[in-house]
């Protein structure tokens, strides 16, 4: 039993285990006690007495006199470093000393200091006096040597420069040192897709200035890849359709972490995608990327789509970015037609013209680009578009009641990623999908999202589902066998609405569930997805399975 007593008042104790297997552990407890309260301003805190009643040891601690803080002197502290410290005067005068608090103070005061250029700063108290009001001490700070950057070195096997690092990294030469940019540069490292961490990086100061050495090596990231996709034919039963897909990506160009994207995909028979993308970082040595893309859709002999645009992004810290976005969006369905005068509705696609203004936000803190195994990201983006839709002179004016030439759309998504870690080999992925896409006048067939596929809903037809919302929860768990191999189970929920030309909204929840295996060669990465999906059109039916095999090559 523990009891401690000022003038017969009781005072309150931390917790403590009251059942000890010996006297040595409990002895320990005593002394953790002593140390709180004294901590806690009980400095002649002391044990009163100890005696044992059969097998239970009661011990009686004295506190005696509580010391408060009559006053703490930071007049030598800058304001600046004490508002963002938090210092409150009220916690040092009339209050309990703590010293923990005090420590915390300090530690705080010494990590502003060695972010402000002045690593090798000095805190400590002095000048102590007892009064009759309380304790009178001076807080002091020495900053000592100012310091700032200087080079940057790279160790290790890599085409990286130096300079588009020093820039990536905001450590540069004659800025204030800063230790917080030293000790998130692996982090942000290895979510260069071309880079890895070999060892935590290394700081040295001569006259005034800091060399800081990278040990980084390079990794295979640009790849090239094809997938061969087996589905059943749903027109002719008997026989499997065969899909296609091509990818370029080109990672790091010239060392200063430029990019190249050409994908290429047969969806379905008739149906072809086609994407070429660009990205500039550090355009003309700033913290602003530049995008560029290409994007061609034509979805059988329905519709055919293009959007070209350009995204201006700013990093605003080590794990956010802003972007704008612009982009022009035209599509064209004149294919459909064939017996246009026999039209006697309304066609579900329209020909029409989208000039798109759009703002992107991410908040990154994962832990590596292709393999994380914590942390989480969030990505928004919004957009608004002025939008044309012209009137088909051969169909009749009737068909067109209610639809303005022009009219504004608006679309938002929201994507999130949260990687739980499971142990040392394993991680727990849960994955967010969500956009929603309203016109004011209506929504034609080419305006609606896609959903369903091997990266968005897994067990269905690539772009199978058409939505201007939908809503998709993805679990997967990863059982690493090797620091980039690893098996995987999945389970897919999603749910949709569809709603073209204000007529019957249609909804319906999806879902899709599976297996795979990535395997890290020395060439690159050979992938395997097993997946079955249920849908309102189609029941969990293994004879619709669908089979994604493929090798990533990387270089």
């Known amino acids: 039993m523990l009891r401690a007593t000022e003038s017969e008042k009781e005072i309150p104790l931390p917790s403590y285990n009251t059942l000890h297997l010996d006297s040595l552990s409990a002895g320990k407890e005593i002394t953790n006690t002593l140390l709180f309260l004294q901590k806690k301003g009980y400095w002649e805190a002391q044990i009163e007495r100890i005696f044992w009643v059969s097998d239970t040891m009661k011990v009686f601690i004295e506190a005696k006199k509580m010391y408060r803080w009559a006053h703490l002197d930071v007049s030598q502290i800058p304001m600046t470093a004490l508002s963002m410290m938090g210092y409150r005067e009220k916690d040092f005068r009339g209050a309990p000393i703590d010293w923990e608090g005090l420590q915390l103070l300090e530690e705080r005061l010494l990590e502003y200091a060695e972010n402000r250029g002045y690593p090798f700063a000095n805190v400590f108290v002095d000048s102590i ?210 017996n246009i005068q026999q039209q006697r509705e309304t066609p579900i696609v329209s020909d029409q013209e989208l000039w798109v203004y759009g703002l992107r936000y991410e908040y990154n803190r994962l832990n590596d680009f292709w393999y994380a195994t914590k942390g989480y990201r969030l990505q928004l983006m919004a957009e608004l578009g002025d939008k044309s839709t012209p009137r088909n002179p051969f169909l009749a004016d009737s068909l067109w009641v209610g639809i303005s030439e022009k009219s504004l759309q608006f679309g938002a998504k929201l994507n999130g990623e949260y990687f739980i870690p499971m142990g040392k080999k394993n991680t727990w992925l849960w994955r967010m999908q969500w956009a929603y896409v309203d016109n004011n006048n209506i929504l034609f067939m080419n305006d609606l999202y896609r959903l369903g596929g091997l990266m968005q809903l897994r067990g269905h037809n690539q772009n199978e ?91």
């Open 129 to 338: 006096l007892i009064k009759e009001e309380g304790l009178v001490a001076r807080l002091r700070f020495e900053p000592n040597d100012r310091i700032v950057f200087d080079s940057i070195a790279i160790a290790g096997n890599n085409k990286i420069k130096a300079r588009f690092l020093s820039k990536y990294l905001q450590i540069i030469s004659d800025a204030p040192f800063n230790q917080s940019l030293i000790d998130r540069s692996s982090l942000l490292l290895n979510r260069l897709p071309y880079l890895r961490v070999q060892a935590v990086p290394k700081v040295f100061f001569q006259l005034g200035r800091a060399y800081t050495t990278l040990y980084i090596g390079e990794r295979k990231a640009s790849q090239i890849d094809g997938i061969l996709g087996i589905l059943p034919n749903q027109e002719r039963p008997d026989e499997v359709l065969f899909t296609g897909e091509f990818n370029l990506h080109l990672q790091n160009i010239l060392g200063v972490g430029i990019g190249l994207t050409v994908e290429w995909q047969r969806i379905q028979s008739e149906s072809q995608r086609l994407l070429i993308g660009y990205k500039q970082p550090q355009l003309f040595g700033t913290k602003v990327a530049l995008e560029g893309y290409f994007s061609l859709l034509r979805q059988d002999s329905t519709f055919l789509t293009l959007d070209r645009g350009i995204v201006l992004s700013y990093r605003l810290s080590a794990f956010q970015e802003l972007g704008l976005s612009f982009s022009a969006r035209s599509s064209n369905n004149s294919l459909l037609l064939n």
């Open 465 to 555: 589902f058409y939505a201007n919302f939908y809503g998709l929860l993805s679990s997967e768990y990863r059982i690493f066998l090797e620091a980039e191999s690893y098996f995987f189970l999945f389970f897919d929920y999603s749910y949709y609405q569809m709603n073209v030309l204000r007529r019957a909204s249609y909804e319906d929840t999806p879902f899709g569930l599976g297996l795979g295996i990535s395997l890290s060669t020395e060439g690159g990465i050979f992938n395997f997805v097993y997946a079955l999906g249920q849908s309102a059109q189609n029941s969990l039916d293994f004879s619709r399975s669908k089979i994604h095999f493929g090798f990533i090559g990387r270089f």
